[in-house]
């Protein structure tokens, strides 16, 4: 199994760095930081970095000499944070082989996302997406995120009763299905804890997608919005 892969925070600000660590360790990625330009250069040295984003801490110059030292083939992808008022700063960084340029002041979640665009380049996507009406799954960090920006943990029993619902779409499950293939993470996982497991688990995604089936079971139907993919699943990264 391929290790998780490393992003590496150049001289970003304190509380966004903090924000961003958060954001990207809950999907998958490890994040090593570095506030000065020495610290970047040993850091970068060691090799194992897949993504680097340089902040505004460091100068436009000082990162280009980050991104031709340790840039180009073989090397990790460069994300560079320059202000709305250094176009030319910005352009020679892509001409210098930059992946990204991304101006300031910055939105985490949407830098969070173009990280993970390069990764998925780089074959290095840790992302599995449901979509469903109302929110986005990652089935391997077991993160729910709703349309309004907010994000829930699933618990291995949610994510296991999910992936079942996720295999076998269309298909009524009965109770006793249910039990043998995802069981309760109690040990007293009557009958009736079925009914309530699946409450829980419809109210944390926001969908009606999981519907009961009066005498019979349960049946998840795939939304129609996320016709022509499999099992209602999403291409491997996702745009928000």
Known sequence: MAGRSVVALVAIAEVVASDLTDHLDRRGHDVRTARRLWEAESLLSARGIDVVVVGDGLTPSQGRDLLRSFGG???PDFILICRPTELVDKVLALELGAADVVESPLNVRELAARIGGLLARRGR????????????????????????????????????????????????????????????????????????????????????????????????????????????????????
């Open 73 to 75: 083939e073989g090397g």
């Open 125 to 240: 996507g840790t992302q599995e997406l449901v979509v469903l009406e109302n929110s986005t799954v990652d089935l391997r960090s077991a993160l729910v995120m709703h349309r309004s920006g907010e994000e829930e943990q699933l618990s291995p029993g949610q994510i296991a009763l999910l992936k079942l619902f996720l295999s076998q779409p269309r298909k009524v499950l009965t109770r006793d299905d249910i039990m043998a293939a995802a069981p309760a993470e109690s040990a007293d996982a009557f009958d009736r804890s079925i009914d309530s497991r699946i409450v829980r688990l419809r109210r944390k995604l926001d969908t009606e997608s999981i519907t009961t089936i009066r005498g019979s079971g349960y049946r998840f139907d795939p939304p129609t919005k996320a016709a022509g993919q499999e099992a209602g699943s999403a291409p491997a990264e996702n745009p928000n």
